[in-house]
């Protein structure tokens, strides 16, 4: 590590906030030739329908095992999970959202539909009811029986299975695109993704990898199999906390010591828990070194949130290595709020701001890792780019 002051950083501008996020009018489908079926591979749902290729009626089988039919489009969907409705706010099918969870207030015109958030942590059924839904996403590995639980409403439900990489967000959103009939934006959307994610890899391919962490308070970490070390891994570090196990597990100072990361990744601008031991007695903590990443890009499995979040990384990974050659003054390598982005994402996958309260969402895991809640407006207003050595 280089022992000087670095920094690389992006203020999201009010009107990320307020602008909405690029993409496909509603409702668009693409012009396809009738086939009787279509067969996904054998990893991913299986699909047939009698009209055209992204059309209706349509039968499909979620995570569960559950065959979910649509007659014809949904016009009212409900949301549990703020990664979903990222996913169509980002395939331009914002419009047919009649309901979504408090974490997705972040959205443009989110404040507009149901909040269907119950009034501690979850879902509450009957909000979700309230909203008359055609069809209601449940996304989250650990929300199975809340998907059960809606069936039981006579509500139409799908549920997903965990994301843990981007291909599995790809697969999603692919997956959204067709039950909602925005298959042809759903792949826009996925190829816009894949080419952030090639030019991430692309430009710290000949950097050195610097040991990373992400920490989130009270010893737990975001580790192996989660999205939190895909996004890790494509943005230029090695998530050192990848070989103390699977999801978020509680780690002892000891072993976080052992570990001794050179760069950690913060949601905090002030990157307080640098002052706090053991990080504080590591590499990244004794030199300062750490990386703002957007609260809720970071922890949320969906389209922007991989764009933002391996372009945030991969620009202060070259900035650390590179003493500022190419890197970003806020408005070509990071959000500058007028891409198309809401400012930020959510939180269902991994931190700050499941709703279930979990450290996690849709990743799978259920550490109840305390503090993620909330997600504070300031760190939601800032975007994700900083490495830092504090004066």
């Known amino acids: 590590m280089r022992d000087r002051h670095v920094i690389v950083m992006a203020l999201l501008v009010t009107t990320a906030l307020l602008g909405g996020v690029a993409g496909p009018v509603a409702g668009a489908q693409p012009t396809t030739e009738p086939t009787p079926t279509v067969d996904s591979p054998s990893d991913g749902p299986s699909v047939s329908q009698t009209d ?6 349509l039968e499909i089988t979620d995570a569960t095992g559950t065959t979910v039919t649509l007659d014809e489009r949904p016009e009212r969907i409900t949301t549990t999970n703020p990664s979903a409705a990222q996913t169509l706010w980002e395939i331009g099918a914002q419009d047919r959202v009649v309901g979504v969870t408090q974490y997705a207030a972040y959205l443009d015109g989110a404040s507009e539909r149901a909040n269907v958030s119950a009034e501690g942590f979850g ?18 590995a650990s929300s199975a029986s809340t998907a059960e639980t809606l069936r039981e409403q ?20 692919e997956t959204t ?6 298959c042809e934006a759903a792949a826009e959307t996925n190829a816009e993704m894949n080419q952030a994610v090639a030019d991430a890899e692309n430009r710290t391919a ?10 989130l308070g009270d010893g737990y970490v975001a580790a192996n199999n989660t999205f939190i070390n895909s996004i890790m891994a494509v943005g230029g570090v090695d998530n050192v906390a990848a070989a103390e196990g699977d999801g978020y597990p509680q780690l002892s100072s ?7 990361p050179e760069i950690v990744l913060v949601t905090d601008p002030e990157a307080s ?30 389209p922007r949130s991989v764009i933002e979040s391996t372009r945030t990384l991969a620009t202060a990974v070259e900035e650390l290595q590179t003493g500022g050659e190419g890197a970003s003054d806020g408005d070509d390598e990071t959000t500058d709020g007028d891409d198309g ?3 930020t994402s959510d939180g269902d996958d991994g931190t700050s701001g499941g709703d279930d309260g979990t450290t996690d969402g849709d990743d799978g895991s259920e550490s109840q890792a305390p503090g993620f809640g909330v997600v504070a407006a300031l760190t939601a207003a800032l975007a994700a780019a900083l490495i830092a050595r504090r004066p």
Do not use: W
């Open 52 to 57: 055209d290729a992204c059309g209706f009626p």
């Open 123 to 140: 879902v509450s059924v009957e909000r979700v009811v309230g909203t008359e839904p055609d069809l209601v996403l449940v996304p989250n």
């Open 154 to 173: 006579n509500l139409t439900v799908y549920h997903f299975a965990a994301a843990t990489s981007v291909d599995d967000i790809a697969a999603k959103t």
């Open 177 to 182: 695109g067709r039950l909602v009939g925005n």
């Open 206 to 215: 000949d950097l050195d990898r610097p040991a990373a962490l992400y920490p």
């Open 254 to 260: 000891e072993v976080i010591l052992q570990t001794d």
């Open 273 to 302: 828990i640098l002052d706090e031991e053991p990080y504080a007695s590591t590499t990244a903590g004794l030199e300062d070194n750490y990386v703002v990443m957007n609260v809720n890009y970071l922890n949320q499995p969906a």
């Open 341 to 343: 982005d809401d400012g």
